[in-house]
Every structure is written in structure tokens, then in C-alpha cells.
């Protein structure tokens, strides 16, 4: 059983592309929150965790 319903993926798939592709995204979303002051305008590190969780393979 997938994770998500059909219904549901495509537009989790397309919030999550918005998150990692644009810095605009991310500081709207951290925007009012406690990380704000810290976060605003930090870059991604997906490629840095996937190679660091994919050390014994590769996860779904």
C-alpha cells in the first residue's frame, strides 16, 4: 500500500518541488515562526542528506 492516496501524491509532489526548488517558497512557509530569524534564505541540503542516508543503500 502506498504511503499516500493517488489522490493526494501529485499534490504533495508538487509542494515538496516548490519547497526545494525556491528559497521564496521556504522563507513564506518558515515565515512568523520561531525559525524565521534563524532559517530565512537558507539553502536545501537534500543532495547532502540522500548521500548521507543512502550510505547502505538506496530508500524509497
Same mark, same amino acid.
Given at each position: 500500500?502506498?504511503?499516500? %492516496?493517488?489522490? @493526494? ?5 508538487? #509542494? ?17 515562526? %520561531?525559525?524565521? @530569524? ?5 539553502? #536545501? ?16
Amino acid at each position: 500500500m502506498p504511503a499516500y %492516496s493517488s489522490k @493526494a501524491q501529485p499534490n504533495l509532489d508538487a #509542494i515538496a518541488e516548490g519547497v526545494f526548488s525556491s528559497e521564496t517558497i521556504r522563507d513564506w512557509l518558515i515565515a512568523g515562526t %520561531s525559525a524565521e @530569524a534563524r532559517y530565512r534564505g537558507a539553502d #536545501i541540503l537534500f543532495d547532502e542528506q540522500r548521500n548521507k542516508r543512502w550510505q547502505k543503500g538506496q530508500m524509497k
